[in-house]
């Protein structure tokens, strides 16, 4: 669904549809958090709540996905840490802007050999980018700008010359790219 006014909230017997493959809501004004209980829909790889009024935290259960390819959750109002991404080895899109995410970027990110897109801009994420992102050797599309991110840049040589766009302003980040 798609620039709809459906409001409400995700309940948790969604538990119940056990063969979703897919689950699109943006623009749906959804309020409330996402359940865990989508962790146990096993047959999940692609999920979207784009700008919605979700809040509270990215619910560590959608790590449990082991078929997910794209994570889309920007312009909500999460909070916390963004999880750790590791055991889904075909994601390869993953968009959180625009929340209120804090915390480091997890540098289990680096190890997404087939991610493509990854963008985390306006949100309070701190500290380094890890080394690892900037070896991801498919990553087309990094942004990360208006975080509170430091130090220095990463080496993006790993990445077989494949990222096009970039963007780390509005952070106090120190390098050059290479």
Known sequence: ???TELGGSIPSSIQKASNLQM???QKCALTG???NSLGVLSNLFFVTFMENRLSGTIPRDLTQ???LEVLE???NNFSGTIPSFANQ???YFVSLFDNKLT???PASLGSLAGLLFLDVRNNRLVGTIPRAIGRLPSLVTFFAQRNQLTGNLPSFSGNNGLLQ???LSQNRLSGNLN
């Open 23 to 25: 689950l699109s809501f």
């Open 89 to 91: 080895p075909d994601l």
């Open 1 to 3: 669904l798609r620039n």
């Open 65 to 67: 996905l082991a078929l």
């Open 33 to 35: 958090t996402l359940p």
């Open 165 to 167: 766009a970039i963007d």
């Open 73 to 75: 959750l920007s312009g």
């Open 103 to 105: 915390g480091t970027l």
